[in-house]
Nanobody, 121 residues
Framework: VQLQASGGGLVQAGGSLRLSCADSGRTFSTYNMGWFRRAPGKEREFVAAVSRSGGSTNYADSVKGRFTISRGNAKNTVYLQMNSLKPEDTAVYYC???????????????WGQGTQVTVSS
């Protein structure tokens, strides 16, 4: 598994971004996928997760109703659609692949390099 995240950038509050995370390996569909983020001065936190088939999702309370996680197994890619962005969403966003279904970073085995999202007020 080799994960490459992209799609970050600078956006005004209320705007949208879509993050992508592509896996160059051949086992993408066997892993649950998650997105985490680390804001300046804070610990990394769970954002969203999607199951192997895409049939189940889970979200942090802070992003429910604004963010949507999805995956395309044919393209070995997981997405995070972020709408109604707030300044407090500013962070480095990381994608991760894991065998376990959970929201703790110890549930995930492989990590991408991170992509910066900055939301201006």
């Amino acid at each position: 598994v080799q994960l490459q995240a992209s799609g970050g950038g600078l956006v005004q509050a209320g705007g949208s971004l879509r993050l992508s995370c592509a896996d160059s390996g051949r086992t993408f569909s066997t892993y649950n996928m998650g997105w985490f983020r680390r804001a300046p001065g804070k610990e990394r936190e769970f954002v969203a997760a999607v199951s192997r088939s895409g049939g189940s999702t889970n979200y942090a309370d802070s992003v429910k109703g604004r963010f949507t996680i999805s995956r395309g197994n044919a393209k070995n890619t997981v997405y995070l659609q972020m709408n109604s962005l707030k300044p407090e969403d500013t962070a480095v966003y990381y994608c991760a692949a894991g065998s376990l279904w959970g929201y703790d970073d110890t549930d995930y085995d492989y990590w991408g390099q991170g992509t910066q999202v900055t939301v201006s007020s």
